[in-house]
């Protein structure tokens, strides 16, 4: 038995490690304790739509520049757990944290073939890392990219992995087989720059000129053909309606429009992203934020020394290294030249190299022959796993653990759909929902979904206000169980407070001016619910 586990210790490491990270990682969104935001909202509509009008779509959600829409993917992506949960927002919540989870244990697979301490320590420091644990928090395409940046490097490196016979003997499957990888790591470019523009945009290019400097240009076909395929529906999109989102970007990006924000000057640019780029190190692990940037600057001191000093025969050593190393560049380069302000989404995906570069550096020194190197590699190590499940357990017990005060949190948006259904007691009624987002993308997902599920009906009317132009499509082919509204007149009004512009909800509420308040709930969430009912005559 002893030799058993001593032969699978770092299997058996891996699995408890990603055990535990999974469970708390389900602890801290038990219960519907996460947020259910207007972007959220969103794209339930969105999929909503698709699932019950079984209507295909060609774009996907909005990014940060009106008008420009990212490609489709993110919808089908979730139409998978969405139709699983009938609806229910925790089941995409679920699914993210399962593909984070299968994301590290592909990178675990794919570096345990050539580096089996290499691909524990990184699998160790992505599964605990705090970005990991805070992305999966709720479900949104910008926190996806955190895995689908992680699939990305798992397939970078088992594309540029070498086969398993020399290129002089290689036969002809094997030549395909390394032609179908290079394929792959196109589709996976593709898809994940529909997951987050903003930073898969980076992945086609950064892999396409590495094989152009590192190897033959015929491998850049299947690449590109991978890359390609990912695009055709916004394509035929951009055909169907006169290439509108390409002069959008065309415009934004030739400075006549200011939709990401004015432009800032490049000594602007510097600090803003080396804050940025601090922020994202210190939020790689759960050591000490004293000692984390000296232990990365340590490893970069580290990493140039042996790039240039050692012989050539050392670079293979540290070849995944050298990857993430030049990916790493290859992003501060791209966003020295982006004429805005970063905003903290853009680059989660960043952690993952981040953190492949300071494993590889943990690794080069677990792997000397200096036992006192491996007795400090192993404490380094050992800490930021007790630190890392110290924070998160004290985060499901502190936080996690009790009410949120988050107007937007999924279980207060229940709570108030709870109190309007008890209220009506039966009867057909009317809803109207005030958000500071104005769409009530999230209230009208959840009355469709949550209503017919705990209570059987829908309202005869969800909407921002009453008689407003369509903004949700096909209505009356998804809202197939209204309860028609009785002589009554049951009117309720969601109320989120507005903290920016409360003057809005003042003149919101002056379109019911000819309804009197019947009964109010005040949340200690910063939101309310008013039952409004025809004022007597």
């Not at 050392?314 to 030249?337: D, M, N, P």
């Amino acid at each position: 038995m002893l030799s058993l586990l001593k032969k699978n210790i770092s299997l058996i490491i891996f699995l408890v490690i990603l055990l535990s990270s999974s469970v708390l990682k389900i602890m801290e969104v038990s219960y519907n304790n996460f947020p259910f935001t207007t972007d959220q909202g969103r794209d339930m509509v969105d999929m909503r739509h698709m699932v019950v009008t079984h209507t295909p779509r060609l774009v996907g959600p909005t990014t940060s520049i009106n008008g420009v829409l990212l490609g489709p993917f993110w919808y089908y992506f979730n139409l998978i757990p969405f139709v699983a949960g009938g609806g229910d927002p925790s089941f995409l919540v679920y699914w993210q944290i399962l593909w984070y989870q299968l994301s590290v244990t592909v990178l675990w697979y794919v570096l345990k073939k050539n580096h089996s301490s290499l691909a524990l320590i990184v699998s160790v420091i992505l599964l605990l890392m705090p970005t990991g644990f805070n992305t999966a928090r709720y479900f949104w395409n910008a926190n996806s990219m955190v895995f689908f940046t992680t699939l990305y490097f798992a397939t970078l490196i088992w594309a540029l992995s070498p086969p398993k016979y020399q290129p002089l003997s290689m036969s002809l499957r094997a030549k395909r087989g390394n032609l179908y990888k290079l394929f792959i790591l196109g589709l996976i470019s593709g898809i994940s720059m529909q997951i987050e523009a903003a930073f898969g945009i980076l992945f086609f290019p950064f892999a396409f000129l590495y094989l152009l400097f590192s190897s033959s240009r015929k491998r850049l076909i299947p690449l590109t053909s991978g890359f390609g395929l990912t695009l055709l529906p916004q394509v035929l999109f951009e055909f169907k309606h006169g290439f509108i989102m390409t002069k959008i970007l065309l415009g934004e990006f030739s400075g006549q429009g200011t939709m990401l924000g004015e432009k800032i000057t490049f000594a602007e640019k510097l600090i803003q992203r080396w804050e940025h780029f601090q922020l994202l190190i210190l939020r790689s692990t759960h050591l000490p934020p004293n000692y984390v940037p000296y232990l990365f600057i340590v490893s970069l001191a580290l990493f140039l020394y042996i790039f240039i000093a050692a012989k050539k025969s050392k670079f293979e050593e540290i070849k995944i290294w050298s990857l993430s190393f030049w990916f790493i560049l290859f992003s501060a380069v791209f966003y020295l030249l982006f004429p805005q302000k970063l905003k903290e989404w853009y680059t989660l995906g960043l952690s993952i190299p981040i953190v492949l570069f300071f494993g590889c550096f943990l690794n080069y020194l677990w792997e000397r022959k200096a036992i006192i190197v491996k007795v400090f590699i192993g404490l380094l190590v050992g800490m930021l796993i007790y630190y890392s499940l110290k924070s998160q357990w004290d985060y499901t017990r502190d936080v996690a653990g009790k009410p949120s005060d988050d107007r937007s949190n999924l279980q207060n948006e229940i709570a108030a759909l709870d109190w309007v259904y008890q209220n009506a007691e039966g009867n057909g009624f009317k809803v109207y929902s005030y958000l500071p987002s104005v769409y009530d993308f999230p209230y009208n997902h959840l009355f469709w979904w949550y209503g017919n599920h705990k209570y059987g009906y829908e309202p005869y009317e969800t909407a921002y206000l009453p008689g407003q132009p369509e903004y949700i499509r096909d209505v009356d082919k998804i809202w197939a169980n209204k309860r028609d509204a009785d002589s009554l007149g049951l009117t309720f009004l969601i109320i989120e407070e507005d903290m920016d512009m409360p003057s809005r909800t003042v003149a919101w509420l002056g379109n019911f001016a000819k309804l009197c308040l019947l009964k109010e709930k005040i949340f200690t969430w910063h939101a309310s619910v008013r039952l409004m009912v025809p004022c007597p005559k």
